[in-house]
């Protein structure tokens, strides 16, 4: 069987909903909303190719008034779950997608993402009300990574393929229509996972790992190209692109950016070649990738449109993934950086590059923040994510406090949920 079903990433076989759910600690009153997570989890019976490939299912819990009303896991039930071919007489078909990669909340609606396809609408509740292109506006892929500006509440977003043009910019108001839509030149098809925004500038990764027909129906079709090249853009928010040219690596994940007299500061997540390589292996089913070390560091790019120079840094070579912040202010200085490492929460002060590590012993998922109303500083909140017994035994959902990484609350979920990617807190209004 395919390292991508066993252990910590075995798939669950049906959805069920519990109520009542035990609770350690004490939530807090201000948590009352609902966390989403999304991953893959193909139907039984089925090899998807690749972890990126399983079907999409949502992990719900719903908190009001310190207690943990219900867990609910659903699946995305796309046109594909449904048996849609991906291929149609027209070309692609954006909604016979697996919606497996994130779960976001834009103008009221709920959405599904995988940067495949159209985003699938979802109710509260997990139902899914169904594919959107935004009135026919939509004509591309939806990255799973949108960038809401916490300022305009506009989503920055992109969509990418393998037929030109193949990268498209889109912008939706905070009014969830979409105004904006141009295309991006980039010389070949590249599978550009993430991307960043600034106040007045959006970050674009054009990396090298690209495309390839031969292996459509195979797994996932993208490989690294040495010949690719990789460079960084950074576009004026309705103007052209300035291109730097950075050493040759892969990002699937930024943390912040944002503008520093002028010039562009990037935190992410750094692959080099030989680390990707290993990493691309484990998760086409070579190893189990939930078991071992992604190999990984913090990573920092300093570009100066006014030069046209880039300045490379290596912030922490420890094996970490899944960054996060206090997203009240994406695009804007910050200070703090949450990720995830094989059995720890890892908190960096990048102004200083110090970071705090709780060891949990178990498996965590990617650690959201969730920022206190009243708070003072930019640290003040709490951070959410769903953790696993390492023997693939129980999960629950862990709440610590952002400042201290301190135990908050836990609450123990009804059943084991397979390591996926990301998730969201739904605030009630």
């Not at 690294?224 to 928010?237: E, F, L, N, Q, T």
């Not at 300035?242 to 002028?262: K, L, S």
């Not at 390589?277 to 071992?292: D, F, H, K, R, V």
């Not at 998922?365 to 909140?381: I, L, N, P, Y």
């Amino acid at each position: 069987m395919p390292a991508y079903l066993e252990g910590l990433l075995a798939p669950v076989a049906d959805e069920i909903e519990a109520v009542s759910l035990p609770v350690t600690g004490e939530l807090p009153a201000e948590l009352t909303g609902r966390y989403f997570r999304n991953g893959p989890n193909p139907l039984p019976g089925q090899d998807p190719g690749h972890w990126f490939g399983g079907d999409g299912m949502i992990h719900g819990v719903r908190i009001r008034d310190g207690h943990a009303d219900w867990y609910r896991n659903r699946w995305v039930k796309t046109a594909k779950l449904a048996g849609a071919q991906y291929l149609t007489d027209n070309g692609l078909d954006r909604t016979a997608v697996n919606a497996n990669t994130n779960v976001i909340r834009h103008a009221g609606k709920i959405f599904a993402l995988v940067e495949s396809g159209f985003p699938y609408e979802m109710t509260p509740e997990l139902d899914t009300v169904g594919p959107c292109d935004f009135g026919g506006r939509l004509t591309t892929a939806m990255t799973a990574h949108p960038k809401e500006d916490p300022v305009t509440g506009d989503l920055h977003f992109f969509g990418y393929g393998f037929m030109p043009p193949y990268v498209t910019y889109h912008r939706l108001s905070a009014t969830g229509e979409l105004v904006e839509s141009r295309d991006i030149d980039v010389p070949g098809a590249t599978m550009m996972h993430d991307f960043s925004i600034t106040e007045n500038y959006v970050i674009w990764l054009d990396l090298p790992l690209a495309f390839d027909f031969e292996l459509v129906g195979k797994g996932m079709p993208y490989q690294w190209s040495d010949s690719y090249g990789a460079r960084i853009g950074v576009m004026p928010k309705g103007g052209e692109v300035q291109w730097f040219d950075v050493d040759p690596c892969y990002v699937f994940h930024v943390g912040n950016a944002y503008e520093d007299q002028g010039r562009i500061v990037l935190d992410a997540v750094r692959y080099s070649r030989g680390k990707f390589t290993e990493l691309w292996g484990q998760i086409s089913g070579e190893t189990n990738p939930a078991a071992s070390a992604v190999g990984s560091g913090l990573y920092r790019w300093i570009l100066d449109p006014a030069t046209g120079k880039v300045v490379e840094e290596l912030r922490d070579d420890r094996d970490i993934e899944f960054p996060s912040f206090n997203e009240e202010h994406l695009g804007r200085p910050s200070k703090f950086l949450y990720t995830v490492t094989d059995n720890a929460i890892v908190k960096y002060d990048t102004d200083t590059g110090r970071s705090h590590v709780n060891d949990l012993g178990k498996s965590p998922g990617e650690a959201e923040f969730v920022r206190k109303q009243d708070a003072k500083s930019e640290d003040e909140g709490w951070l959410m994510s769903i953790v696993t017994e390492q023997d693939g035994g129980g999960s629950e959902l862990l709440v610590l406090d952002a400042q201290t990484l301190g135990f908050t609350a836990s609450i123990t979920l009804p059943r084991r949920v397979p390591a996926g990617f990301h998730g969201n807190w739904l605030p009630d209004a």
